[in-house]
């Protein structure tokens, strides 16, 4: 089998881990500190990987500058604003929600930056599988209670929503070519720069350094900072970014069955039906016109 056929799912199972090392990740660092610090490792695992494996770098300051920008809407403002607005009292269901909105943000802005049509069963896979991610999380939010969620982390949520999906268009517009692992490794310095001032701002820099931060530490860099991204990467090359940005859609309800497996939440069936219906709107999103 190809990889242009495993890579999508590949993608979605180490992506939607990231909910489990969030949670997880609260326990032993404040949340802007713990991503600092993942940045910084993946930019110089990436910078030696590169060196290893003859990666060429870029010799333009624009490709590099472009590079850094997409790095800082793809990851340092997209995951610092949810990673701080979980850390706020956002339920990870209803983040999850918001994340989910991702996709139609992207097909709706894609024609404007790129010119990128969508056809009609296209949009209707887009349609369902936010519907799906809906019937999916919404029991379990409203399951929670009466809790009050602050008005502003919601916000920031959606300003993290915006920015991926700015970052996801920017990343097809300006960076159509050059290799892979050196432009991973610029953003992931793009991500830094924006993350690590926020942190010191808005933080203590506390860490409890020990086996279960090293775990998580290793596993957020390795298989999410690197694996999936430079998949998601790939997927980005190869196909439209709307089909890419579909498979988003996929996370929150694998993130659910990943929840009830590690930390006993329940996998009612709502969640099952809402990752069938994803399920499909992936599939007539991503499926080639005849």
């Known amino acids: 089998m190809s990889l242009d056929r495993l890579a999508p799912a590949i993608f979605v199972l180490l992506w939607s881990t990231g909910w489990v090392v969030a949670k997880y990740a609260t326990f032993v660092s404040e949340p802007l500190t713990?991503?600092?610090?993942r940045y910084l490792t993946a930019a110089?695992?990436?910078a030696g990987f590169c060196l290893v494996s003859g990666a060429s770098w870029p010799r333009d300051r624009r490709t590099i500058a472009h590079a850094v920008v997409s790095g800082a809407f793809l990851h340092g403002i997209y995951l610092g604003a949810v990673w701080w607005a979980i850390g706020q009292g956002v339920p990870a269901a209803l983040s999850s929600i918001i994340a989910a909105l991702q996709p139609l943000m992207t097909?709706?802005?894609?024609p404007f930056f790129i010119g990128e049509r969508l056809s009609g069963t296209q949009k209707m896979g887009l349609g369902l599988g936010f519907l799906g991610v809906l019937l999916a999380v919404l029991p379990k939010f409203f399951g929670h209670g009466a809790?009050?969620?602050p008005a502003l982390a919601i916000v920031i949520n959606m300003l993290g929503m915006a920015a991926v999906t700015y970052g996801t268009i920017y990343q097809k517009q300006y960076l159509p070519t050059g290799d892979i692992r050196a432009i991973a490794t610029l953003q992931y310095v793009g991500a830094l720069i924006v993350t690590f001032p926020f942190a010191m701002g808005l933080e203590n820099l506390h860490v409890d350094f020990g086996l279960t931060f090293v775990a998580l530490l290793a596993w957020a860099v390795l298989g999410i900072s690197m694996g999936a991204i430079l998949l998601l990467l790939y997927?980005?090359?190869r196909g439209q970014v709307s089909r890419a940005a579909s498979l988003i859609y996929l996370v929150p309800p694998i993130a659910a069955v990943q929840a009830a497996a590690i930390f006993g939440e329940e996998l009612t069936i709502?969640?099952?039906l809402g990752t069938t219906i994803s399920v499909v709107g992936v599939y007539l999103t991503n499926r080639k016109a005849a």
């Open 147 to 149: 809790a009050e969620i």
């Open 107 to 110: 097909a709706l802005a894609a």
């Open 270 to 272: 709502p969640m099952i």
């Open 34 to 37: 713990f991503l600092s610090i």
């Open 44 to 46: 110089i695992l990436f």
């Open 235 to 237: 997927l980005l090359r």
